[in-house]
């Protein structure tokens, strides 16, 4: 790990600011222009590895984006032109799988109150959105991420990673009605979208894919150990590198999806004929005072530390987990997630932002660079401008539990990046944070109560030790009056 750690204590305490590298990076690397960057960060290193990692996020964007489609009339077009240009933009930018995901606070409010509409669902948006760019431009976000201890982090985490994987369960074993958010009977065994489907895709994910690849081993600024390793394991037959090769070929999260599309369609054949060529129409959402005021109490308060939490922090943590020759600043990810919102949550685009889920599932699946998110960006961009809303007569009938099968793997990858707490003041930390932000449902509360028992354990380990320098020194003066 990259963290620093206290030797006193045996707690981390912060993770590497990246922007404090950036300087040294540079100096290291011989300038390179901006169209062989962009070129470096869109290559594909496996194409279908990459095609099948962009699926990784889509069992966390689908249920969202239909539920308020399905309750609130959220115009399903425009949100994958907008979100597909996120898409692209990001991967061009980061060169990494950066998600873009719907932002669930706001999402949740919607979806639990009859009177958050549309209006005020893009003042929350924008509302969170301009407080993330504040602290981005100010740099304030540095500070944030440079203050957060590790385990906290790891805790915010584990306890995202576990909402989704028991969210995945529930979408598994039971049918939901999406335009409610609500969970209905108990889903059968048989048919199209039964039960023995989806284990039969969690099983075959996982003969596939198994437990997943390690994290890349930290290395030195510019090179990247695991392709090395790829491209020389790719020269012999070790067993290892033949199971690489084979797991690579088969993109199981492509083909879970492909075959989601399709029962889609046997499901409801007619869907196919209702299908209308053309993008939606863009229109400037009118926001209202009274809106802009619900929007700020019921969808931004809860939003923003979130956002902060997950979105920023935790994201740019896990992104030098797994990708440490990778730039991705506090400051950027702010900066970025923040833009992006202030120009499409005016028409009516859902608001999003970065997600530590999202990274982890495109990962699991395969996403190892930028050409990862901006294939499934492409992909967006051209269903919102060739089908525009109508795509949501074929995704409406789309098997949930096949999207709880993609949801339950990015849930445990984003979970699993919590086994490095190697001591157990860090677990202690990091349980504590988990428990809180599980039963309280709130990553605020989360963090506020990990937070306060990180500095107790600091506070405790100070007086410790400052007792025994003190028992040190009387005992040292006793020896001393002893011997005169």
Request: proline share 5%; charged share 15%.
């Amino acid at each position: 790990m990259s963290s620093a750690r206290a030797p006193a204590t045996g707690m981390a305490t912060t993770a590497d600011d990246p922007e404090a590298l950036s300087g040294f990076q540079a100096s290291a690397k011989h300038p390179v222009s901006l169209l062989a960057r962009a070129r470096a960060n869109l290559t594909f290193r496996s194409v279908w590895s990459e095609l099948n990692g962009a699926m990784g996020d889509l069992g966390t964007y689908i249920p969202i984006v239909l539920s308020l489609a399905l309750s609130r009339h959220l115009d399903l077009g425009t949100t994958l032109v907008f979100t597909g240009i996120y898409n692209a933009v990001t991967g061009l930018v980061y060169g990494v799988p950066m998600p873009v995901q719907p932002m669930k606070s706001i999402a949740a409010a919607a979806l639990s109150d009859p009177s958050f509409d549309i209006p005020e669902i893009m003042a929350a948006g924008i509302l969170t959105a301009a407080f993330v760019l504040l602290l981005g431009v100010t740099r304030l976000m540095r500070l944030v991420y440079w203050f957060v201890p590790l385990p906290v982090v790891r805790g915010i985490q584990l306890a995202q990673g576990l909402n989704f994987a028991m969210a995945a369960v529930k979408y598994i074993r039971y049918e939901q009605d999406l335009g409610k958010g609500k969970s209905a009977g108990r889903r059968p065994w048989a048919g199209i979208d039964g039960l023995v489907l989806a284990l039969a895709a969690v099983c075959f994910i996982v003969l596939v894919n198994g437990a997943g690849q390690d994290h890349v081993v930290q290395v030195a600024p510019g090179t990247v150990a695991a392709d090395q390793e790829e491209e020389q394991g790719q020269g012999n037959d070790s067993p290892r590198s033949w199971r690489r090769r084979w797991a690579s070929a088969i993109p199981s999260a492509v083909i879970v999806f492909v075959l989601g599309v399709v029962f889609a369609i046997i499901r409801h054949p007619a869907a196919v004929r209702e299908l209308r060529l053309g993008p939606s129409r863009m229109r400037v959402v009118h926001i209202s005072r009274e809106a802009w005021k619900q929007g700020f109490i019921k969808g931004a308060v809860p939003q923003i530390p979130l956002s902060v939490l997950n979105s920023v922090v935790a994201v740019c943590k896990l992104t030098r987990d797994l990708f440490p020759e990778k730039e991705a600043s506090a400051t950027s990810v702010s900066v970025t997630m923040g833009a992006m919102n202030l120009v499409g949550c005016w028409f009516g685009a859902m608001p999003c932002c970065h997600g530590a889920g999202g990274l982890a599932g495109q990962y699991k699946f395969g996403g190892r660079s930028g050409a990862c998110v901006a294939a499934l960006g492409g992909l967006k961009l051209a269903l919102g401008l060739l089908l525009g809303g109508s795509v949501l007569r074929v995704l409406t009938n789309f098997p949930v539990g096949l999207l709880g099968v993609l949801l339950l793997f990015a849930g445990v990858e984003l979970a699993i990046a919590a086994r490095d707490m190697s001591t157990k003041a860090e677990a202690f930390v990091m349980l504590v944070c988990t428990a809180v932000s599980l039963v309280g449902s709130s990553a605020a509360m989360g963090f506020l109560c990990g937070m306060v028992a990180h500095g107790l354990l600091l506070l405790r380990t100070w007086t410790v030790s400052s007792i025994s320098s003190l028992m040190l020194f009387r005992n040292n003066l006793s020896s001393l009056a002893f011997l005169s």
